[in-house]
Nanobody, 114 residues
């Protein structure tokens, strides 16, 4: 069974930065595309960014130029560097192994204040 542990969230002022981490286990990490998703209260979970096994990245329009997804296969970890944060980024952030999409971690809360 896939296990995902997100960390790095917190309270930050608008314009600030956070770096999220997701440690994965239970699957062949190096061959899998990984993604970051987020869910605000009362809203559906939305896709934020994806990185393929080869390091190709994609982002939702609202975070392009501000967020950077990366991975370290030796550590089975995917990262999300978030810069220029604004209130609309407030959400619980989850990572997901796209090869095992049924499994989610507990998420990490990101709260951006203005």
């Amino acid at each position: 069974q896939e296990q995902l542990v997100e960390s790095g969230g917190g309270l930050v002022q608008a314009g600030g930065s956070l770096r999220l981490s997701c440690a994965a286990s239970g699957s062949i990490f190096r061959d899998n595309a990984m993604g970051w998703f987020r869910q605000a209260p009362g809203k559906q979970r939305e896709w934020v960014a994806t990185i393929t096994s080869g390091g190709i990245t994609h982002y939702t329009t609202s975070v392009k130029g501000r967020f950077v997804i990366s991975r370290d296969n030796t550590k089975n970890t995917v990262y999300l560097q978030m810069n220029s944060l604004n209130a609309e980024d407030t959400a619980v952030y989850y990572c997901n192994d796209l090869n095992n999409p049924a499994f989610w971690g507990q998420g990490t809360q990101v709260t951006v204040s203005s």
